[in-house]
């Protein structure tokens, strides 16, 4: 059969093969999005997409929160399913983490068809994405920009053009408007990049099925092509990277001190990478939870780095510098939190796609060993029987292990026993006889998330809460129908509550490993909601309401 016609065919099998494994990623992902409690971080999240909800008003906060890219996206999916609810806002998550796939599509001729899907299939069934794909945060925006952005930039230093330098300095934008650790991206592809420059070999720029990622240049006429050459191309490419970051960080141009936020982002975040602040872990913390995340496929990679260095194969030397570089560096840095192993397992999971596309080459070359060839044919099955386990520990985790603090990924998670506190305060304030709907005048103690966006979601007024980060005053608490309290001032708080005792009636629920929400309901009112049936007239979940009431505008929030 003629080449032209095997490579339209791979490409057909490589587009249905992708199209299949996003449908697989949508099926893996949606059911039961609810089930799993908010995790504090969602809470806050979500009180960030709300205040864009209703008023257009985000402001870049650079010292405790990541980039702003994850509040619009969120944004566009509470106009899409008609307002905020639980489910809107992880759509945009579940969204991203199931087009992973599609965004490996730019690399195909490099990586191959095999190496295409058997990478999308690893992203697709991988225990840790799959759980951060359903979870709100920043972390698999991340992942699919820098995907987008490693393939466009493949594709740039095989033929520089336009097209392809300004997709890539467009999703290299939108990586840094996620997250400051794009700035560890853009060092290991870096790295990657320059490794295969300095060792790798030459190869045929026009192998239909393993061309040469720099065009086949040597190394003096690769660099001249990317940068002399080039110029124009780069000038047009820093002009797209700095509007994405003007037209995000600015707010859409209502806060302009958000673009110098971006870069003051690095002196407190590189703080808390040096000294660890509140979540200090070891160097060996992210090669145990790979161990997890990539299941047999994390030792595929040892060989198809031997692969590469012996082959001095440039795109397999650029892949072990990425991966290598990633691993390093995100366990050198003390600060770490479990979902930034999706970045290791990125690269490690494009390198075992790239070492199966290698091996299929060899096992289809008719002028191998027949021996050797059925080696490269094993050696391609190989990372497909790490695929069973993936599935099986994603189907469990994320159907009935969502909490489970064993789980090493599933981290400072909000416990399902967190939900009755949702039952009683909701029942509470619809068993009073003068209910409005709005919800009860509330003092919250350390007590904010996510408890906040549950009630806000379902019709409570957010006026008549008080949000405190300190011991509360008496005159607070002689207004509030329902005190919570958690975290460093709940011994004093407890003590203010337990002076006034016969007026208050207690109860204590589960909120995360280590912590728990200490409520105080009027005891009249406590009373009532009992008389009208207590929790079991009180079903758990409750949709959220399509008229969310609109607190007070804030200071500085457009008119």
């Not at 089930?35 to 979500?46: A, C, I, Q, R």
């Not at 030792?299 to 072990?320: D, E, K, N, S």
């Not at 408890?451 to 300190?470: E, M, P």
């Not at 607190?551 to 929030?557: H, I, S």
């Amino acid at each position: 059969m003629p080449e032209s016609r095997l490579d339209r065919r791979a490409l057909i099998t490589c587009w249905v093969g992708v199209l299949l494994l996003v449908a697989f990623s949508f099926w893996l992902r949606l059911p039961g999005l609810e089930d799993k409690p908010l995790h504090s971080d969602e809470g806050v999240n979500g009180w960030f997409t709300l205040r864009l909800w209703w008023w257009n008003y985000y402001v870049y906060r650079h010292s405790d929160y990541h980039g702003p890219f994850l509040y619009y996206w969120n944004l566009l999916w509470f106009q899409l399913m008609g307002g905020p609810s639980d489910a809107a806002l992880r759509m945009g998550t579940v969204v991203t983490g199931s087009l992973l796939p599609a965004a490996l599509l730019p690399a195909r001729r490099q990586l191959g068809t095999v190496g295409v899907l058997m990478t999308g299939l690893l992203l697709t069934v991988a225990p840790c994405v799959v759980y951060f794909s359903r979870t709100n945060i920043h972390e698999i925006h991340l992942l699919f920009f820098t995907i987008l952005w490693g393939t466009t930039l493949l594709r740039f230093a095989a033929e520089p053009s336009m097209k392809w330098g300004l997709l890539s300095a467009a999703a290299s934008a939108l990586a840094f408007a996620n997250k400051e650790t794009a700035l560890i991206t853009l060092g290991a592809l870096g790295l990657g990049g320059g490794i295969a420059w300095l060792l790798g070999r030459a190869g045929d720029a026009d192998d239909p099925h393993d061309p040469d990622v720099f065009g086949g240049r040597d190394r003096r006429s690769a660099l001249f092509a990317w940068t002399k050459e080039s110029w124009v191309i780069w000038a047009a490419g820093a002009g797209v990277f700095a509007v994405i970051i003007i037209l995000f960080f600015s707010s859409f141009f209502t806060y302009w001190s958000g673009v110098g936020g971006f870069f003051q982002a690095y002196g407190p975040w590189t703080e808390y990478g040096v000294t660890g602040r509140n979540q200090g872990k070891p160097f060996g913390y992210f090669f145990e939870l790979m161990k997890l995340t990539e299941g047999w496929a994390l030792y595929m990679t040892a060989p198809a780095m031997v692969w590469a260095l012996v082959r001095r194969h440039r795109f397999g030397l650029a892949l072990i510098g990425w991966f290598l570089g990633s691993f390093v560096v995100y366990s050198a840095i003390s600060y770490k939190t479990p979902w930034c192993v999706l970045n290791i397992d990125l690269a490690g999971f494009v390198l075992v796609g790239w070492s199966a596309q290698q091996a299929w080459l060899a096992a289809r070359n008719a002028n191998t060993h027949v021996g050797l060839r059925g080696l490269g044919a094993l050696l391609m099955l190989v990372p497909l029987s790490a695929v069973p386990g993936l599935l099986a520990t994603s189907l469990d985790d994320n159907a009935d292990r969502y909490d489970d603090k064993k789980v090493p990924y599933v981290y400072v998670q909000t416990e399902r026993e967190f939900f009755p506190l949702l039952q009683d305060a909701l029942g509470a304030a619809r068993a009073r006889p003068a209910d409005d709907g709005k919800g009860l005048n509330t003092l919250s103690v350390w007590a904010k998330n996510p408890y906040r966006w549950y009630v806000i979601t379902r019709g409570w007024d957010h006026d008549r809460a008080r949000y405190a980060k300190k011991v509360p005053k008496q005159k607070w608490i002689d207004k509030a129908d329902l005190v919570l309290a958690t975290g460093k001032d709940l011994r004093e708080t407890q003590k203010l509550m337990e002076a006034q005792t016969d007026a208050w009636h207690t109860e204590t629920y589960k909120l995360r490993p280590g912590h728990r929400i200490h409520a105080y309901f009027r005891q009249e009112l406590w009373d009532d909601y009992q008389a009208a049936g207590g929790r079991a007239a009180t079903p758990w979940p409750q949709p959220s309401v399509d008229d969310i009431p609109v607190p007070r505008t804030p200071k500085g929030a457009p008119k």
